[in-house]
C-alpha cells in the first residue's frame, strides 16, 4: 500500500556497505554494492525516479551511465544533475563539464555534438553520462563504460591476485549503470530470402517460391540447407 507521507529517499547502510532504497510502497534493502546487478521494481507511481535522482547525488563520483526511453525522459534528468554542480564527494567538486546528454536532439542543453563525432573517448572523463535506450543499445559499450577518474583494480585487490586472473591495472568502469524501465530493440537489418540464397544448398525445388515464382529456372533444387562453417568462412 502506497503512503504518500513516507519519504522517498537513498539511504547508506555504512555496516553492510549497502544500500536502502526507500519507495512509497515500501523499502528495498541491498546489503553490498561491491558488484552484481539488481533489478529494483516497486511499482508505478512509487517513486522511482526520485529515488534514481538521489542515487545520482550519492554516487555521481564513482561514475553514472543513466538510460532512459525518452528524450524528454533524459533532460529531465539533465536539469537534475545540473543542481548538482558544485557538490563535493571524496573531495571531488562535480562541473558543469562533467556531465554530459547523448541523444538525436542536438539542440538540447548538455550535448556536446562535435565532442561525439570527432573525440568520444573523452567521455572517459565524464562523471555523468544521459542518454537514451537507442544510444545505450546502439553505441560502442566501451566509450559509455571506460573512466580515467576511478582507481584501477590495484587499489582493491592484491598484485599476486591481479597477476593470476590476468586483470589489467586501468581504472575501473562507471559503477552505476541506471536503466529506468525496461529497454526495447527493434530491428536495424532487414534480410530477403534472396540475398540468403549464396550461403546455402538447396533440396526439393518446388517447397521454395520467392516473389510468387518457383526458382527451379535459376537452382537445380530448391528448400535451403546451411551449407558448412568452411565454405561460409571462405565467402
Not at 561491491?34 to 564513482?62: F, M, Q, R
Request: aromatic letters at 10%.
Amino acid at each position: 500500500m502506497y503512503n504518500q507521507e513516507r519519504k522517498i529517499s537513498v539511504e547508506t547502510i555504512n555496516s553492510e556497505k549497502g544500500l536502502m532504497f526507500n519507495f512509497l510502497n515500501g523499502s528495498i534493502r541491498i546489503p553490498s554494492m561491491d558488484h552484481g546487478a539488481y533489478a529494483l521494481c516497486p511499482g508505478c507511481g512509487s517513486g522511482k525516479t526520485t529515488v534514481v535522482k538521489d542515487l545520482i547525488a550519492l554516487k555521481w563520483n564513482e561514475g553514472i551511465l543513466y538510460s532512459a526511453f525518452t528524450i524528454e525522459e533524459v533532460n529531465s534528468m539533465y536539469e537534475h544533475c545540473k543542481s548538482l554542480i558544485g557538490s563535493i564527494l571524496n573531495g571531488v567538486e562535480l562541473k558543469e563539464d562533467d556531465i554530459i546528454v547523448l541523444h538525436s536532439d542536438n539542440n538540447a542543453e548538455g550535448t556536446n555534438n562535435d565532442l561525439w563525432r570527432n573525440n568520444p573517448e573523452e567521455l572517459y572523463n565524464k562523471k555523468i553520462i544521459l542518454c537514451t535506450h537507442h544510444k545505450l543499445l546502439n553505441e560502442p559499450m566501451n566509450l559509455l563504460m571506460r573512466t580515467t577518474f576511478n582507481p584501477s583494480p590495484s587499489y582493491y585487490l592484491p598484485p599476486t591476485y591481479m597477476t593470476l586472473h590476468c586483470i589489467g591495472d586501468n581504472p575501473l568502469p562507471r559503477q552505476w549503470v541506471i536503466i529506468d524501465e525496461m529497454t526495447e530493440a527493434s530491428d536495424s537489418v532487414k534480410v530477403s530470402k534472396v540475398s540468403l540464397l549464396p550461403f546455402a544448398d538447396f533440396r526439393d525445388y518446388e517447397n521454395l517460391i520467392i516473389g510468387g515464382k518457383f526458382i527451379k529456372e535459376h537452382y537445380p533444387t530448391g528448400k535451403f540447407v546451411r551449407k558448412s562453417i568452411s565454405y561460409l568462412d571462405s565467402v
